[in-house]
């Protein structure tokens, strides 16, 4: 079973920075599109920034030129760097992997 583990949420000030990480247990990860999505309760879950294999990569015109998406293959882990960080991206961020396995969440909060 392939287990997904996001990390590095926080609490940080508005224009500041984050950088999550997302581990995955598979060694499918080399070969499946990845992605970033987030979630306010109540609300729908929304994709941030997608990865193909090919490093092709997408992202949600809200954080277009603030965050990048990345991979590194060797360690099968997906990266987040977000700056210049907002109240509104404030949310649970989730990391999507192989077979749309879904990891548990990790928190981000941008408030003064």
């Known amino acids: 079973q392939v287990q997904v583990v996001e990390s590095g949420g926080g609490l940080v000030q508005p224009g500041g920075s984050l950088r999550l990480s997302c581990e995955v247990s598979?060694?499918?990860?080399?070969?499946?599109?990845m992605g970033w999505y987030r979630q306010i309760p109540g609300w729908q879950r929304e994709m941030v920034a997608t990865?193909?294999?090919?490093?092709?990569?997408i992202y949600a015109d809200s954080v277009k030129g603030r965050f990048r998406i990345s991979r590194d293959n060797a360690k099968n882990t997906l990266y987040l760097e977000m700056n210049s960080l907002k109240p509104e991206d404030t949310a649970i961020y989730y990391c999507?992997?192989?077979?749309?396995?879904w990891g548990q969440g990790t928190q981000v909060t941008v408030s003064s």
């Open positions: 598979d060694q499918l990860f080399k070969f499946s599109e």
């Open positions: 999507k992997g192989p077979r749309d396995t």
């Open positions: 990865i193909t294999v090919g490093l092709r990569v």
